[in-house]
């Protein structure tokens, strides 16, 4: 069986009158490591709204609570932790206002290099990606599966592939050696619901 997890990225939208008990029924499917709220295009008043209805729901459920972009919002909102893309905050600046037991992952696209300087900096996670299509946001970079072999066989720090993830095409990055699976659009857009398709991934990540 693989060692390797799914990684929720919430909707772009999310509606705090139903997407709780949403969220709350997905985690109650299957194994999943944690949760990212992300949200873009909203105000900070909204973001900490949001953190705090789907904060505990995550929690409770021994499953981590990790903040987009924003360190600042998830130190003040006890978030388990940030991930930064190389656009937002800077590592080093992060793990500052995050401190040393917060998890803080890092956006690497398929760059090596940048994966290289993060997991040396102390990243906690690594993430590579897109390796497909995706709705959820414009990838920056298009990577191939092959990438997360490589980080295997060199570092210990785990690696998350992200970006286009489906049921059906999961499979090849587990294989190649995925530590978590983040998925946003994969689970919310499933046709059978976001349960089916928490309850479908652990599936296809035991192969079966």
Not at 95 to 105: E, H, L, N, W
Not at 169 to 186: E, I, Q, R, T
Request: contains cysteine.
């Amino acid at each position: 069986m693989s060692d390797c997890r799914l990684y929720l990225i919430t909707p772009p939208r999310i509606d705090l009158a139903t997407f709780p008990a949403q969220l709350a029924s997905a985690l109650d499917a299957g194994d999943v490591a944690c949760v990212q709220l992300r949200l873009k295009m909203v105000g900070d008043d909204d973001i900490r709204r949001a953190i705090d209805a789907l904060r505990p729901i995550a929690q409770d459920r021994d499953v981590a609570f990790i903040l987009n972009d924003r360190p600042d919002l998830a130190a003040t909102g006890g978030c388990d932790g940030v991930h930064v893309g190389q656009e937002d905050t800077p590592y080093t600046q992060a793990r500052k206002i995050m401190g040393r037991d917060a998890i803080v992952g890092v956006t690497c696209h398929d760059s090596r290099h940048l994966a290289m300087v993060a997991g040396e900096d102390g990243a906690d996670y690594v993430a590579f990606g897109a390796f497909f299509d995706t709705a959820t946001k414009e990838p920056k970079a298009r990577a191939e599966p092959e990438i997360l072999s490589w980080w295997q066989e060199m570092m210990e720090i785990p690696c998350v592939a992200i970006g286009g993830i489906t049921v059906d095409n999961c499979a090849a990055l587990v294989k190649a050696g995925a530590d978590f699976l983040a998925v946003s659009g994969g689970v919310w857009n499933h046709a059978d619901g976001p349960v089916a398709a928490v309850k479908a991934f652990n599936q296809r990540i035991a192969g079966r």
